[in-house]
């Protein structure tokens, strides 16, 4: 079969890994330079990547957990498993002016900002979270909801609250217990990460489809899809292409327009899925930024203008990286939010004051250079019964 593929990031990737494999001629359209989506780097799209950074690095910072066992299954498929590194980094939680370490049940027990049998109530929530093995009939209650009775209601806004608002925006209190459930029970202290970046892993994949007679096309619009007979013409701003069937991985309200001759019954019964966006500034700094070799800190305090401070090269070596010292300061947001708005330099005034009550030795002048990277869909709204609203994966339409 002839199969057109709309999306070049790791899930039209996969598609077309295991579809070429099959023996399919596969065409795979994005609109994008690069593969990779959301997890591509940045190299080849910015005229000041340092010269001296032996491995590409994302614009939004990525890792896996030791769980994450189907992409691992894609990389040993790929020949590529060699090239995995698992490492255990620091993870921690800053609140009230204080990064706590956070990442072990020891952890928790000592974490003095709530109660002990707060503590004690957290740990047994935590616990029973990791051993469902299949949390999807949480989705018919709210994590704002269980989370706080289980917990207790200090703990709860401690602990997940500014999480939830940070990720959510003001769905927050909308999101379904099963999100929560998800997010516990694949979390790992071990993660991982590929060798030279994510989008080597991205790369080998489209390099694989290609070798077996198939193609990735990049830089390119499709204009119109329409039916003709039992085929789907494809008319990009190049060139026009028939395929016996069509594979979508485009947010929804894309794939609806791309595609007109969707019974509207259809369109109406899932157009009520939406997500928010995410904005990343990354950082390449003259010293070190978080204290005790700390990865991941994830920041407790609603009324800061970020969600997550993410020092890269306290998880890979900054020796891929011109010994440069890389910093993530991301968070989740609406497009129309006026964070989204501004500029990387307007950015990094705004988180000033915040950054500085982590580290007081930060300042512009430690900044070597600074990117930004914003995209208007990362997070899906996970709302109650979420499922229930979910596309099937075929659609009204044949071979589509």
């Not at 269980?146 to 925006?169: I, N």
């Not at 694989?208 to 830089?219: G, H, K, L, P």
């Not at 993410?310 to 890979?316: G, N, Q, S, V």
């Amino acid at each position: 079969m002839r199969i057109a593929i709309i999306g070049a990031g790791f899930t039209g990737l996969a598609a077309g890994f295991e579809l070429s494999r099959q023996g399919h001629h596969v065409h795979i359209f994005e609109k994008n330079s690069f593969v990779g989506g959301l997890g591509s780097g940045f190299r080849d799209l910015v005229d000041d990547y340092p010269t001296d950074w032996e491995w590409d690095l994302e614009q939004f910072y990525h890792h896996w957990f030791a769980g994450d066992a189907h992409i691992m299954k894609l990389i040993s498929e790929l020949g590529a498993s060699d090239q995995v590194i698992q490492k255990r980094p620091i993870t921690a939680s800053w609140y009230h002016d204080h990064a706590y370490q956070l990442d072990s049940p020891m952890s928790l027990l000592q974490f003095s900002p709530i109660s002990m049998v707060d503590r004690l109530r957290t740990g047994a929530f935590l616990a029973a979270m990791k051993l469902i093995p299949n949390g999807k009939f949480l989705e018919h209650w709210t994590a704002h909801d269980v989370a706080q009775k289980v917990m207790g209601k200090h703990a709860y806004e401690v602990m997940w609250e500014p999480l939830l608002k940070g990720k959510f925006a003001e769905y927050y209190t909308e999101i379904n217990l099963a999100w929560l459930w998800a997010r516990i029970y694949m979390r790992s202290p071990k993660l991982a990460y590929f060798e030279g970046g994510f989008q080597k892993l991205a790369t080998l994949l489209s390099d694989a489809i290609t070798s077996q007679r198939s193609f990735v096309e990049t830089d390119v619009t499709i204009q119109t899809i329409t039916k003709e007979e039992d085929l789907w013409k494809v008319t990009t701003d190049k060139n026009e292409e028939t395929f016996d069937s069509i594979i979508s991985t485009t947010p929804f309200p894309v794939f609806t327009k791309l595609f007109p001759e969707l019974p509207p019954e259809y369109v109406e019964q899932y157009k009520s899925l939406f997500g928010i966006g995410a904005q990343a500034l990354v950082l390449s700094l003259e010293k070190e930024f978080l204290p005790n070799d700390i990865y991941w800190l994830s920041i407790h305090e609603s009324e800061w203008p970020f969600l997550v401070v993410a020092e890269h090269t306290h998880f890979m070596d900054k020796k891929h990286y011109g010994n440069d010292n890389l910093l993530y300061v991301g968070d989740y947001l609406p497009a129309s939010d006026p964070l989204m708005q501004q500029d990387k330099d307007e950015l990094l005034s705004t988180f000033l004051p915040y950054l500085q009550k982590i580290n007081a030795g930060f300042s512009r002048e430690t900044v070597k250079q600074s990117w930004l990277w914003r995209t208007p869909y990362a997070q899906p709204i996970v709302k109650r019964n979420h499922s229930q609203h979910i596309p099937p994966l075929t659609t009204p339409l044949p071979n589509v």
